[in-house]
Each structure stands twice: as structure tokens, then as C-alpha cells.
């Protein structure tokens, strides 16, 4: 747990006189560290303006301190080790401590002063994509400003002049630097609270590591065939699910720091895209949807009212983004025999094993993996495995949930009569054409 001590309210600093900058950007906050990869609580306001804040799936918001009327953070850069699930840790650059790094709240208007630290083996800087800012601001190294060297603390000082949904990565050394996970979550909240409110608000980033079976360390060079599919850095059955409360206004803020679009898809529900790191998308334009796209290097934020009780499906349409690690140069073997394979492949190799000729369904079945592998289709649910991985978790829709309680609700007790059944006896076989045959009678040609 991060300490809060310096942070959120402490009255010495609360009360000191308004500063010109520069000068008390000398005195630099303590840097909370996160040792957690589950949600932590939301982190409510406890002075200035109000707001509902938001909860960051497998991870947190950092506390922040008030400087006069500055709104101070401190972010440092550092190597983590981010456990992606149970059973897989990987080596990652991030910042306080996780990757991705804690997401930063704060309200149009605020006066904000980031301070940056480094402490990579190499050079960095911050860019604050999607917000307007000065461009000085900017943190595009070399060309707004010089890289910040190991060892070293910048400050980034501007005002927040929309509400909205940001993210921040670094602009040195880029493809390295964000194929090692640096990278993070801007939520800025209305002035006006009552502003499009919702009851509650999900924020997550996704990315993709390139991560070989038994390895501990991305490859940074990759720049299509990757392995590992996160949101936050965590990947199914690891990603945090979604407790919503039957009949709450809820928003999901989505940014995409990977190199490729994810289609994203809620079951159960329809919703309507609201606002792009862009801004707020004005209610005409809004039309509804059950997946929507999130391209590279953009953020979308849609709304849904949570009014269908039950555990929802929430991923990534791209079957191969929910999945894990896997040796995927393998031949479709559907409708081949089995038996004929495993005969002409066992007096070629031995110990080969001839499988998926009905499909890739394994049940429980298990597979040897290297030390630090998940599988790649994983997951039990009450009826049986659900084999996923990758960009998957379950929105859990349940009645009377307190308002900021986010504990896993556990399974959905489905009400009697309501889940799909097996009938028996088991219905007719249906005609079919034998192929190459003569048509069926009746059957209009
Ligand atoms: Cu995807």
C-alpha cells in the first residue's frame, strides 16, 4: 500500500501561500510506490473541487499534494516486475513501482505540477497525449525539451483545461521504452460534477508484449507477432472483473499504447461511445453499439446503463487477443483422422503428438509449459473451463451492491429456469445432401 503521509489534505501544506512556480518546485513530494495488482479503492477527493473518481482495473490513482493552489504529483520511472497472472512475472519499465503507472485525477481548471523522476538505465521524458497544453509542456525529447537523464527530476507545470481522457508515455527512446510498458491514464473530471455523472467510472490501458515461453523480459524489437495481450499488464484470468451495481450508469474509459486496434465487445448490454481523448462527443452524435473499436494511439470511453443482471463477457473480438503465449504455426487438423495422423506422424517423430483433429477444445486437459508460462486458454467458471486468456474479464451485474463497494461478487446465481439446457431425447438428425449426390426432393435448385 502506498503511504499517504505528505499527501491528500495535510494541512501544512494545504495552507501555504499561493506560489509562483519555479521556486517551490524545489521541494519535491514524497513518490507513493503500489505493491498491489489488484483494484485499489477509489481515491476520493478530500479537498478542492468534487468529484466521483475513477477505479483503474489492477491498479490505482496516485495521491497527490496540494502546493498553494497547485495540485502537485510525483511520478518516477523506474524497472518493475509485473506479475501479468498467477504464475508469470515479467520485467517491465514503469513507474511508482507498477506497469502501467498509477492513473492521474484531477478537474478541469486545476493548476497541476508533475514531477518526473528517472531512474532508468536511460534517458526519458513524458508526453501528456490528448491534452492541451503549452508546447514546452509537451515531452517530446529533443524537440521540446531535453531528455531527462538518469538520476535526474523534471516538472511539468499546466493548467487542465478540459475534462476528459488522456494517456501518458514517454517520447525518447519510444518503441523501447513502450514495449517495456511505460505508459499511463489521464482522467480529468468535469468542473460541474453533475456533468454526464455516472455511478461508476473503469479506466484501463492496453498493451501487447512479446513474451517467449519461459522468458521473463519482452522483446522490445517486435512489431507484429506479439504473445501477450494486457490490459494493465494483467491478462485472463489475472484482469480484475467489473462489480456493478444493478442498475448504475457505468463508464469505461479504454486507451490503446499497443500497435494494433482492439475491438472491444460488452455482452448483454448496448452502450454508446461518449468521449475520445479528443473530448466529449455531443449527444446527437451518439449511436449505439455492443463492440467498438479502439484504434492505435486513442482513447474511447463508452457509457452503458448496467440493466440486465448476470456475468457479461467482456473482451477483445479478436479471438487471437484472448488467448495466452502459444506456438501458433500449427496446421488446422479439423476433420483429418486422428488415427491415420498419429500413425504417418509416429514413424516420422516418435513422441509427436497428433491433436485438434475435432478442434482445439482441451477441457482440463494440461499441457507441459516452461516456468513462467500460463496457458494458453485458461479460466474455470461455475459450469466448467472457459478457456481464455489475453483481453478478457467479466463485467458482474448484481442487485444491492453498496455504492463503492468493488469486492468480486462471485458467480452469478442464475435464477431457476434461466440458463440453457440439454434436452433429451436428443432431437431428429437432420436430412442432409450427401456430397456429390443428387438433389434433395423438394429442394429447389
Ligand atoms: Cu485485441
Redesign the pocket.
Known amino acids: 500500500m502506498f503511504s499517504r503521509r505528505g499527501f491528500l489534505g495535510s494541512a501544512a501544506l494545504a495552507g501555504a501561500s499561493v506560489v509562483s512556480g519555479r521556486a517551490q518546485a524545489a521541494s519535491i513530494p514524497e513518490a507513493p510506490h503500489m505493491d498491489k495488482v489488484v483494484m485499489q479503492p477509489p481515491l476520493h477527493p478530500v479537498s478542492g473541487p468534487d468529484y466521483r473518481p475513477v477505479v483503474t482495473l489492477n491498479g490505482w490513482s496516485l495521491p497527490f499534494r496540494m502546493n498553494g493552489d497547485w495540485k502537485e504529483f510525483h511520478l518516477v520511472a523506474e524497472p518493475v516486475v509485473r506479475e501479468f497472472a498467477e504464475g508469470m512475472k515479467v520485467n517491465l519499465w514503469g513507474y511508482n513501482g507498477q506497469s502501467p503507472g498509477p492513473t492521474i485525477e484531477a478537474v478541469e481548471g486545476d493548476k497541476v505540477r508533475i514531477f518526473v523522476t528517472n531512474r532508468l538505465p536511460e534517458y526519458t521524458t513524458v508526453h501528456w497525449h490528448g491534452m492541451i497544453i503549452p508546447s514546452g509542456m509537451d515531452g517530446v525529447g529533443g524537440l521540446t525539451q531535453p531528455h531527462i537523464q538518469p538520476g535526474k527530476t523534471f516538472v511539468y507545470e499546466f493548467e487542465m483545461r478540459k475534462s476528459g481522457t488522456f494517456m501518458y508515455h514517454p517520447h525518447s527512446d519510444e518503441m523501447v521504452q513502450m514495449a517495456m510498458g511505460m505508459m499511463g491514464m489521464v482522467v480529468v473530471h468535469p468542473r460541474d460534477p453533475s456533468f454526464r455523472a455516472v455511478d461508476r467510472d473503469f479506466v484501463f490501458v492496453m498493451s501487447t508484449y512479446r513474451v517467449d515461453p519461459g522468458t521473463y523480459l519482452p522483446k522490445v524489437n517486435e512489431m507484429t507477432d506479439f504473445n501477450m495481450?494486457t490490459w494493465n499488464a494483467r491478462v485472463f484470468p489475472g484482469i480484475d472483473p467489473l462489480p456493478v451495481r444493478l442498475g448504475d450508469k457505468v463508464r469505461v474509459r479504454i486507451g490503446n499504447l499497443s500497435m494494433?486496434n482492439?475491438?472491444i465487445h460488452l455482452h448483454g448490454h448496448s452502450f454508446a461511445v461518449t468521449c475520445t481523448d479528443g473530448g466529449w462527443i455531443p449527444e446527437s452524435a451518439q449511436y449505439p453499439e455492443t463492440t467498438t473499436d479502439v484504434p492505435v494511439g486513442a482513447v474511447r470511453v463508452f457509457d452503458v446503463l448496467a440493466d440486465n443482471p448476470g456475468d457479461w463477457a467482456f473482451h477483445?473480438h479478436?479471438s487471437h487477443?484472448t488467448m495466452n503465449a502459444m506456438g501458433h504455426d500449427m496446421r488446422n487438423m479439423i476433420g483429418v483422422s486422428r488415427k491415420d495422423l498419429a500413425k504417418a506422424v509416429g514413424k516420422l517423430a516418435p513422441d509427436g503428438m497428433a491433436m485438434g483433429s475435432t478442434g482445439m477444445a482441451m477441457g482440463n486437459m494440461e499441457m507441459p509449459a516452461p516456468d513462467n508460462t500460463l496457458p494458453m486458454m485458461t479460466g474455470t467458471g461455475q459450469f466448467g473451463p472457459i478457456e481464455m486468456g489475453g483481453?478478457f474479464t467479466v463485467m458482474k451485474i448484481r442487485e444491492g451492491l453498496a455504492r463503492d463497494d468493488y469486492r468480486d461478487p462471485g458467480p452469478y446465481q442464475f435464477p431457476q429456469g434461466t440458463v440453457a439446457y440439454e434436452v433429451t431425447p436428443p432431437a431428429p438428425e437432420p436430412v442432409r445432401q450427401q456430397p456429390g449426390g443428387p438433389p434433395m426432393k423438394n429442394m429447389k435448385m
Do not use: G, N, Y
Request: charged residues 10%.
Open positions: 495481450w494494433t482492439h475491438p477483445c479478436k487477443h483481453m
